[in-house]
């Protein structure tokens, strides 16, 4: 494993009466790339700035490398950020808006010369130095924003929703590159986005936020396949979400059926959270699957299908690669090991966020 | 726009006829006047007059002391406008007011206070006596000139200041300061050269009543110290001499114009960054 670089110690945040951040404990590691997602709201840019120094936390410590730099202003951080909106200097050309970091920094103008050359190259805009930053399009005003970034050769990069102005195609192949770029230059990157998509596709770890907190730390696969609580479930990809009981180890009845799971160590008879993720519903015909119902819906979206099947009272989300019509009679079939079992809430703050 | 071309044309009629009767004829006239003799005839005899010391002085003092009021306007307008954008939030509203309020008071009225304020036994020297300290000379000096001028004209800088100011994004200067930029980096290098536009319309727009004002001198002067202005409201309200009195305004509108071009040509090299 990598050595810790920043760690976030009991980081908590308001801006008047609105706590934004609370209970913030997070510990990144050098040349990583980890996503902060979460939907608008939970706090995840007001994290990136209290890392970047454009706040300071009310309460909790940054620790930069083992140094505590909780109050250290952004000019004296080996920290650069690349910002939403790139905020390029519209007055400065290409060349002038890379070079402002290390003239600042008091380099040779030879030094410059080269790093704007790597720079550019690194993010494939050979030549470009003395074009007008204001006519470059967004994808390449991005692009000049991270190369303006990287050329101070930082530790950490910042990345606060840096791809959402761009379109999606472009937005594809800015992913691949900033991957590129992070493992090129062994950069830390943190991003922050409420994209689960671009989360998934690019991190080595996320970082699920809510309302202030966060849900869980862990791989894109982690907290995709097991899901620590509802929200974490339901924010990232489709879920089916059911209230269940847990009647022993490895079996869990919901809907008044015991059936049998993988997930143990739950006292019995306790009240959880039943996760079913919609691409491992199997659809059979009527009585040969555990539960029986009618399709009430059916939406295709070029590579599958959304099937909503009522059964129970419940609408259940099916996705499947072959269409089924409407008022047809079905029965879903799920794996055991398909079904994730979640602990419910204990408090208000880790209520899922049903609006998101 | 909405309208066509011929619809426009017609809207525009009562402005044209009111610039061509307000505006282009009397300027004719004050040409015309400044470059003829009193028979009629083409001369330049008067604006020749410029170059006799009187006149001269009068031209040399009154550059000099718009010159001066106009970096005083600036040197004082950039705090000032930067305070007044970081707490644009919360109580700006009464602090750009208190230098708006001076826009609605006449400012014969307010330069007529300074009069008092400043003369041999105005409010200053009154509480210098009380203090058992010397009197002090203010006014009819060149400073009491130049502190009228600033009072008078220093919002006609704040205000195109400020707005420029506004309009720069606060995550650029987090750029900045995230570049390593310290506070008078970010200062130097970024607000000043976005804010160069409002710097040279606030420049105009003090500059050029600082440089024709005959009022501010007339009182804060006492008479004494002869502006441009003054020398002209003489010419044509005591030596009822229109001839000269024109000659040495056109003389100043070539100054003015002269400001003017060079402050548009510095608009126009910046004007990108506008957008």
């Given at each position: 494993?990598?050595?810790?670089?920043?760690?976030?110690?009991?980081?908590?945040k308001s801006?008047?009466?609105?706590?934004?951040?609370?209970?913030?404990?997070?510990?990144?590691?050098?040349?990583e790339?980890?996503?902060l997602?979460?939907?608008?709201?939970?706090?995840?840019t007001?994290?990136?700035?209290?890392?970047?120094?454009?706040?300071?936390?009310?309460?909790?410590?940054?620790?930069f490398?083992?140094?505590?730099?909780t109050?250290?202003?952004p000019?004296?951080?080996?920290?650069?950020?690349?910002?939403?909106?790139?905020?390029?200097f519209?007055?400065?050309?290409?060349?002038?808006?890379?070079a402002?970091?290390?003239?600042?920094a008091?380099?040779?103008?030879?030094?410059?010369?080269?790093?704007?050359?790597?720079?550019?190259?690194?993010?494939?805009?050979?030549?470009?130095?003395?074009?007008d930053?204001?006519?470059?399009?967004?994808?390449q005003?991005?692009?000049?924003?991270?190369?303006?970034?990287v050329?101070?050769?930082?530790?950490?990069?910042l990345l606060?929703?840096?791809?959402?102005?761009?379109?999606?195609?472009?937005?594809?192949n800015?992913?691949?590159?900033?991957?590129?770029?992070?493992?090129e230059?062994?950069?830390?990157?943190?991003?922050?986005?409420h994209d689960q998509?671009?989360?998934?596709?690019?991190?080595?770890?996320?970082?699920?936020?809510?309302?202030g907190?966060?849900?869980?730390?862990?791989?894109?696969?982690?907290?995709?396949?097991?899901?620590?609580?509802?929200?974490?479930?339901?924010?990232?990809?489709?879920?089916?979400?059911?209230d269940?009981v847990?009647?022993?180890?490895?079996?869990?009845?919901?809907f008044?059926?015991?059936?049998?799971?993988?997930d143990?160590?739950?006292?019995?008879e306790?009240?959880?959270?039943?996760?079913?993720r919609?691409?491992?519903?199997?659809?059979?015909?009527?009585?040969?699957?555990?539960f029986?119902?009618?399709?009430t819906?059916?939406?295709?979206w070029?590579?599958?299908?959304?099937?909503?099947?009522?059964?129970?009272?419940?609408?259940?989300?099916?996705q499947?690669?072959?269409?089924?019509?409407?008022?047809?009679?079905?029965?879903?079939?799920?794996?055991?090991?398909?079904?994730?079992?979640?602990?419910?809430?204990?408090?208000?703050?880790?209520?899922?966020?049903?609006?998101? | 726009?909405?309208?066509?071309?011929?619809?426009?044309?017609?809207?525009?009629?009562?402005?044209?006829?009111?610039?061509?009767?307000?505006?282009?004829?009397?300027?004719?006239?004050?040409?015309?006047?400044?470059?003829?003799d009193?028979?009629?005839n083409?001369?330049?005899?008067?604006?020749?007059?410029?170059?006799?010391?009187?006149?001269?002085d009068?031209?040399e003092?009154?550059?000099?002391?718009?010159?001066?009021?106009?970096?005083?306007?600036?040197?004082?307008?950039?705090?000032?406008?930067?305070?007044?954008?970081?707490?644009r939030?919360?109580?700006?509203?009464?602090?750009?007011?208190?230098?708006?309020l001076?826009?609605?008071?006449?400012s014969?009225?307010?330069?007529?206070?300074?009069?008092?304020?400043?003369?041999?036994?105005?409010?200053?020297?009154?509480?210098?006596?009380?203090?058992?300290?010397?009197?002090?000379?203010?006014?009819?000096?060149?400073g009491?000139i130049?502190?009228?001028?600033?009072?008078?004209?220093?919002?006609?800088?704040?205000?195109?200041?400020?707005?420029?100011?506004?309009?720069?994004?606060?995550r650029?200067?987090?750029?900045?300061?995230?570049?390593?930029?310290?506070?008078?980096?970010?200062?130097?290098?970024?607000?000043?050269?976005?804010?160069?536009p409002?710097?040279?319309?606030?420049?105009?727009?003090?500059?050029?009543p600082?440089?024709?004002?005959?009022?501010?001198s007339?009182?804060?002067?006492?008479?004494?110290?002869?502006?441009?202005?003054?020398?002209?409201?003489?010419?044509?309200?005591?030596?009822?001499?229109?001839?000269?009195?024109c000659?040495?305004?056109?003389?100043?509108?070539?100054?003015?114009?002269?400001?003017?071009?060079?402050?548009?040509?510095?608009?126009?090299?910046h004007?990108?960054?506008?957008?």
């Open positions: 494993m990598e050595r810790e670089l920043i760690r976030l110690e009991n980081v908590a801006f008047g009466n609105l706590l934004v951040l609370d209970e913030i404990d997070l510990s990144i590691r050098e040349s790339f980890i996503t997602l979460g939907p608008s709201g939970c706090g995840k007001t994290m990136l700035r209290i890392i970047g120094g454009f706040e300071t936390p009310d309460t909790g410590r940054v620790i490398d083992g140094k505590d730099i109050n250290l202003p000019n004296r951080r080996p920290i650069n950020t690349v910002f939403q909106k790139y905020s390029l519209s007055h400065m050309n290409v060349e002038e808006n890379i402002f970091g290390p003239k600042i008091g380099k040779s103008s030879d030094y410059i010369r080269d790093k704007i050359k790597y720079a550019l190259k690194l993010v494939n805009l050979e030549g470009y130095e003395k074009h930053v204001t006519k470059l399009s967004g994808g005003q991005q692009r000049i924003a991270i190369a303006r970034a050329v101070n050769e930082p530790k950490v990069l606060d929703e840096p791809l959402s102005a761009l379109d999606l195609k472009l937005r594809r800015m992913r691949r590159e900033l991957v590129r770029i992070n493992k230059t062994g950069i830390t990157f943190i991003f922050v986005t998509e671009e989360a998934l596709s690019m991190s080595d770890r996320v970082v699920v936020m809510n309302q907190y966060i849900q869980q730390v862990g791989t894109p696969e982690n907290v995709y396949n097991e899901p620590e609580n509802a929200f974490v479930a339901d924010f990232i990809g489709d879920s089916n979400i059911i269940g847990m009647v022993r180890d490895k079996v869990v009845r919901i008044g059926r015991e059936y049998p799971c993988v143990e160590g739950f006292p019995a306790c009240p959880v959270d039943v996760q079913i919609p691409e491992d519903i199997k659809l059979a015909a009527p009585s040969e699957g555990a029986n119902g009618v399709v819906r059916v939406v295709f070029g590579m599958s299908y959304d099937i909503n099947v009522e059964a129970d009272g419940f609408e259940w989300l099916v499947s690669t072959t269409g089924r019509t409407v008022g047809e009679e079905v029965s879903l079939h799920v794996a055991p090991e398909n079904i994730q079992i979640m602990s419910k809430p204990q408090s208000e703050d880790e209520e899922v966020a049903h609006d998101v | 726009m909405m309208f066509n071309l011929n619809t426009r044309n017609f809207l525009l009629t009562p402005f044209l006829i009111w610039a061509g009767l307000f505006i282009f004829i009397p300027l004719v006239f004050i040409v015309w006047y400044g470059v003829t009193y028979d009629g083409f001369s330049l005899t008067n604006v020749g007059l410029i170059f006799e010391r009187g006149y001269l009068a031209l003092l009154s550059i000099a002391l718009a010159l001066i009021s106009t970096v005083i306007c600036l040197l004082l307008a950039y705090p000032l406008c930067l305070i007044l954008t970081e707490r939030r919360d109580n700006s509203t009464i602090i750009s007011l208190l230098f708006i001076p826009l609605w008071m006449n014969l009225l307010s330069t007529m206070a300074w009069q008092t304020i400043l003369e041999g036994n105005g409010i200053i020297n009154q509480f210098m006596r009380l203090l058992s300290l010397p009197d002090l000379h203010m006014i009819n000096t060149e009491a130049v502190l009228g001028m600033v009072y008078n004209y220093l919002p006609y800088m704040v205000l195109p200041l400020y707005i420029s100011l506004t309009k720069i994004d606060k650029i200067l987090e750029a900045a300061r995230d570049l390593g930029a310290n506070s008078w980096q970010t200062f130097t290098k970024i607000i000043l050269p976005l804010t160069i409002g710097a040279i319309s606030g420049i105009t727009m003090v500059f050029i600082a440089l024709t004002t005959f009022v501010i007339a009182l804060l002067g006492g008479g004494k110290l002869l502006l441009i202005g003054n020398i002209i409201e003489q010419e044509f309200t005591f030596q009822y001499d229109w001839h000269v009195g000659a040495l305004s056109v003389i100043l509108m070539v100054f003015i114009v002269l400001n003017m071009l060079l402050t548009a040509a510095f608009d126009t090299s004007e990108e960054e506008d957008f």
